[in-house]
């Protein structure tokens, strides 16, 4: 202290006490003297005040400090304190307290703290003290709390703690907010609480209360509870629980006003359920899959669908996917996973599920992720289920149709091709070698023609099955349409295995077959190729299988041809012949011979048949048995047929005039020639009507083949010709199929017995007993019989003792020119005389 001069020694020492310590003390002290101005003041008054010690020293007012101070910038712009009625006001409660407590804000940001006390006798002394730190540490204290209270209320978010010993409950500012109510308003205890749970939140916080032998417990749940004003909220609590003797003690614990949260949930649940009924309601089943977890969700209709009642399926995806039938499964989980992935926009399979009763039903599952992780992870996936077995059994129907025979159920040509394809890759695979076997049933239009269609079915049923039973379950055999089949043999090591097969089919079919009452006998001819031996190529197996079959039919039927190079040399001689035919009859490479038929009574030949030759200008004489066929199935037997009728119409013509007046002349009809477009036109009969002929001047040939096609007019155009006068003759009879009885309704005039039962005619054959039955049989329904192919004298007599009408052969004469054939019969006449006189 300075300036402190009255002291005694004894109070030297007190004084000398003081000194240091007002010295030593941080805080500032100031003596005024009776008229108000500083006397004394310690060396840390100026500093904490910031003014100079000298302007202290020279003994300034108060209001003289003052003023220094806010010149300078102190108290920050508040008024001058001497002027603020606050700064006495305090000073009520101790008279001698000038100012209590009062704040004085320096011009650098520090606050002082500034006591004023009125001395005993006259004066004041005042102390300052640094009081900035506690002044922050006050501010940033208030802050906290407002910005703890400003987050609470953000996060509707409060504290809550019940001391269960006492029955003292505790809200902070935040509780009361979400309870919509004030301190002031309220006042929480256990009993003041209780109407604010609802019954089962009430159960649920008592059941919160479990005892766990730890001294603390935690508890955690969502809660529905009741305002003060009485509104319905939801409040999340979590929290620990203190336990003392196994009894609750105390609870703290945070709520959270979650209504928000759970009124969207909600809606969303609600809005969840709508789009599932409405998906229901369409019939599709719904799923919801829990991605991570693989727990699935499987809608009543999803359930039902396949027969289940509402839990009978363990709700994971394991579970249903273990009713996937297992060649649909891998499909269906590559799918799944690449929508989950995100490779695919949608997911999408269609798949067989096992049904409760064992039945599969076929599937459109249909789908979509609908919630994904930061990384990208699905997590959440829902789609349907649509029962598309209708469609798809629709579906295998049609692909059923397209590659099956509906009448034999086997395979047909477009499944057959297929098969082949896949059984030469196999064979390149392997080494193995296959055959191919077209297969052709013989005489089998006329069963059909003769006893029905219906009947014709039974047989191909049965043929297919006859021919299967030959094969093993590997090899397949196909219909072709019609008769025609095929079999397609693998897995062989060579050729051989054939040996036995082939035999055992043709045994097969010739074996007879019984379609109602009737016993019939078809036989079957056979075209064999073997890949890899004939070629490499599936067309030219096909090809090389159909050239086997027409050489197999061509020697005679009921036999079995492999494909060999010569056949395909023969085959492209066909096409030749075929390119050849087109020329020939322009070229003039035809004409027509005549063959004498012989009266057997008498001697006589009023008749012949007319037979066409071909001079090949290459390879000279070519039979007609050769190119008659080629000419059928190029189609010119029709101009060619036209042609030879020409020939043979001015020729009979010419001998009614020069050799008999009812010469007659065979002409030779393919069926194809039947095949008219308008059968009530007939360009024969024009013909001989312009030539002044009779219908009976010419005999028209058919086979029994014709008579069996009933369908193209054929009827009409043969009872045409009859009102014209012209004769039908049977060529070949009994090759075929026909009874004498069916042809009766033909009006056939002529049968002609063929060839193979003349050649052998010897007395006491069977061949010469069939003659016989035929003359008879013939006879008795008013038709003429010819021999064919008579070639001895023997053939003749024994043909003329049994009653037989004509004879043609080379007995008498080959096929010869119109010259020959006149001196022929000229000839015979002279002989006929002679014998006569
Ligand atoms: P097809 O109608 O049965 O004619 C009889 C065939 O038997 C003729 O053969 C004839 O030469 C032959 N032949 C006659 N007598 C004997 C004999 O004693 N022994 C033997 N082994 N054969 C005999 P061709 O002329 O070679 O005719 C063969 C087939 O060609 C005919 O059989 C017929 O189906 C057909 N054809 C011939 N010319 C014509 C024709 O102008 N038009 C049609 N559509 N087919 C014809
Ligand atoms: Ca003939
Ligand atoms: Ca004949």
């Not at 809200?171 to 256990?190: C, H, M, N």
């Not at 006879?779 to 049994?802: C, F, N, P």
Request: hydrophobic share 40%.
């Amino acid at each position: 202290m300075v300036n402190v001069d009255s002291v005694t020694s004894a109070g030297q020492a007190v004084a000398d006490f003081w000194q240091t310590l007002l010295a030593s003390i941080s805080q500032g002290v100031c003596v005024f003297d009776a008229d108000g101005c500083v006397g004394q003041f310690n060396p840390c008054l100026p500093e904490l005040l910031d003014v100079p010690p000298e302007f202290l020293a020279s003994g300034p007012s108060l209001r003289e400090i003052y003023d220094f101070q806010m010149q300078r910038g102190d108290f920050a712009g508040a008024p001058h304190p001497l002027d603020q009625p606050t700064q006495q006001a305090s000073s009520d409660a101790d008279p001698a307290l000038v100012s209590e407590h009062c704040l004085r804000l320096r011009h650098l940001g520090r606050t002082l703290q500034v006591q004023t006390r009125r001395l005993p006798g006259a004066g004041l002394v005042q102390t300052v003290m640094d009081v900035s730190d506690y002044v922050q540490a006050e501010a940033g204290r208030k802050r906290a709390n407002q910005l703890l209270f400003a987050t609470q209320a953000l996060a509707e978010l409060g504290g809550w703690e019940v001391d269960l010993q006492h029955n003292q409950v505790t809200w902070t500012d935040g509780v009361y907010r979400i309870f919509e109510t004030t301190p002031q308003a309220f006042t929480p205890s256990l009993a003041t609480v209780r109407p604010l749970f609802t019954e089962e939140s009430l159960a649920i916080y008592e059941a919160s209360f479990q005892p766990s032998g730890q001294p603390t417990s935690t508890h955690e749940f969502e809660i529905e509870m009741l305002t003060l004003k009485g509104r319905r909220i939801w409040l999340h609590s979590r929290g620990t629980t203190t336990w003392e003797n196994d009894r609750p003690v105390k609870r703290t614990a945070i709520v959270q006003d979650i209504t928000r949260r759970k009124q969207t949930e909600m809606a969303l649940r609600d809005s969840e359920a709508r789009w599932k009924l409405a998906l229901e309601s369409v019939g599709d089943g719904v799923w919801d899959l829990q991605v991570q977890s693989g727990e699935q969700y499987l809608s009543p209709n999803l359930l039902r669908m396949y027969g289940y009642d509402d839990g009978e399926l363990q709700s994971s995806v394991a579970e249903l996917d273990a009713l996937v039938h297992p060649e649909d499964l891998g499909r269906l989980q590559l799918d799944r996973q690449a929508h989950l992935d995100g490779i695919t926009l949608t997911y999408s399979n269609e798949h067989r599920v096992l049904c409760k009763d064992g039945n599969w039903k076929w599937v459109h599952s249909r789908g979509m992720v609908i919630s994904r992780d930061a990384q990208g992870r699905a997590l959440r996936m829902l789609g349907t289920h649509a029962d598309i077995t209708e469609r798809k059994t629709a579906d295998a129907l049609v692909w059923q149709q397209a590659h099956f025979d509906a009448l034999t159920g086997l395979p047909n040509r477009r499944l057959m091709r297929e098969r082949l394809i896949q059984e030469i890759k196999k064979c390149r695979r392997s080494g193995h070698k296959l055959a191919l076997l077209f297969i052709d049933l013989d005489h089998f239009k006329e069963v059909n023609d003769t006893l029905g269609h219906d009947r014709g079915d039974e047989l191909l049923v049965e043929a297919a099955q006859r021919i299967q039973r030959c094969l093993r379950e590997t090899d397949t055999v196909a219909r072709m349409g019609g008769d025609e089949f095929t079999v397609i043999i693998t897995g062989m090591a060579d050729e051989a295995n054939l040996q036995s097969i082939l035999p055992k089919l043709l045994n097969t079919l010739s074996a007879s077959f019984q379609l109602g009452l009737d016993q019939v006998f078809v036989s079957a001819s056979m075209g064999v190729t073997v890949y890899p031996t004939d070629t490499l190529e599936v067309d030219d197996l096909l090809k090389n299988a159909d050239q086997a079959l027409y050489v197999a039919k061509a020697a005679g039927r009921n036999r079995f041809s492999f494909f060999t190079p010569a056949l395909q040399e023969a085959a492209m001689q066909r096409a030749q012949l075929t390119h050849d035919l087109r020329a020939a009859l322009p070229a003039q490479e035809f004409r027509v011979v005549y063959q004498p038929i012989v009266t057997l009574a008498t001697g006589k030949i009023h008749k012949a048949e007319a037979l066409i030759r071909w001079q090949h200008p290459k390879r000279g004489l070519i039979s007609p048995a050769e190119f008659i066929p080629v000419a059928e199935s190029s189609g010119l037997i029709v101009e060619l047929g036209e042609w030879i009728f020409a020939q043979a119409a001015a020729q009979v013509k010419n001998w009614r005039a020069e050799l008999h007046p009812e010469f007659q002349v065979s002409v030779n009809k393919s069926p194809l020639q039947f095949e008219n477009p308008n059968p009530n036109h007939i360009p024969w009969i024009d013909q001989l009507r312009v030539l002044g002929l009779p219908g009976e001047s010419v005999v028209v040939e058919i086979t029994e083949g014709l008579l069996l096609s009933t369908s193209n007019g054929v009827v009409e155009q043969l009872l045409k010709l009859r009102d014209e006068g012209i004769n039908v003759s049977l060529d070949d009879f009994g090759t075929g199929y026909s009874s004498l009885s069916y042809l009766q309704k033909f009006d056939i005039d002529f049968i002609k017995i063929d060839q193979s039962f003349v050649r052998h005619l010897k007395a006491g054959t069977t061949d010469l007993v069939l003659c016989q039955a035929i003359i008879a049989m013939a006879h008795a329904l008013g038709m003429k019989v010819i021999a064919e192919g008579v070639e001895t004298a023997e053939q003749r007599d024994l043909l003329k003792a049994a009653g037989c009408d004509y004879a043609q052969g080379y007995f008498y004469s080959r096929p010869v020119n119109p010259a020959e054939f006149e001196a022929m019969v000229q000839r015979s006449e002279q002989a006929l005389d002679s014998v006569k006189t």
